[in-house]
């Protein structure tokens, strides 16, 4: 896309959804680092479920390590990966207690030294919990860009350079958030309802989606249509079957 376009298709996003945020729910900076190593492979709903009844009891990094690793696998059992998210949350905690005494690290090389945090969550707690202009890369904002030809890219370290590069002001902060929330309500893996889409003259996706209704009108006409090649191949092949002789021989008389 051209810098005018990526201008207008957040400004649009924009417009449409002026506060944007991420849809994990947490109440400190520990919390949404917490939520976020949890939701690895994981959806945001999911990770409510668990850490709304979790996140009650435990505030602090010492209130994790208290709980344990054992009571901390059965609280998030229902999120998938949960032996080894448990594992790397209590190693994390205890790391923070060690050596940044309870608080969480405001750069991205100190994030991602924590087990189990990586270049995406660090990016996600730095944007959402600290306010930096950084740009996480989920499965929904690398298929954004890709199929919209916003900032095509082979990997998400490509997508993320080139975000990076081209997202303008006064959109820089919360561009990731409009992407993901975008690619999860409207420009869906399976089928991208275009038709609702505010950046649909922008994006380079082809074919468009159509409307409901259209796409069940075009439904109700192949139905209606006359019998399918199969149907009329079969029907010429009894045609051309030759009918039995249905006159019954008589048998000779005898002399």
Known sequence: MKSDEVFEFFRRLAEDN??????????????????VVLS???????VNLA??????????????????????????KTIGLFNTKARNVIALSHALIEKYGGGVPRTREQLQELPGVG?????????????EETFAVDTHVFRVCNRTGLAPGKNVD??????????PQPFRRDAHHWLILHGRYTCKARL????????????????KTPPPEERLKASAARTARPRSSAARTAKARTASTPKANRSRSRPSRLP
């Open 18 to 35: 002026p506060s944007p945020t991420t849809e994990l729910e947490s109440a400190n900076p520990y919390q949404l680092l917490v939520a």
């Open 40 to 46: 690895a492979q994981a959806t945001d709903a999911s």
């Open 51 to 76: 850490t709304k009844p979790l996140f009650e009891h435990v505030k602090t990094p010492q209130g994790m390590v208290d709980l344990g690793e054992e009571r901390l696998r059965e609280a998030i």
């Open 119 to 131: 270049r995406k969550t660090a990016n996600v707690v730095l944007n959402t919990a600290f306010g």
């Open 158 to 167: 490509e997508v993320e350079a080139k975000l990076e590069k081209i997202v």
């Open 192 to 207: 991208p309802e275009c038709w609702r889409c505010p950046v649909i003259d922008l994006c380079r996706y082809k074919p």
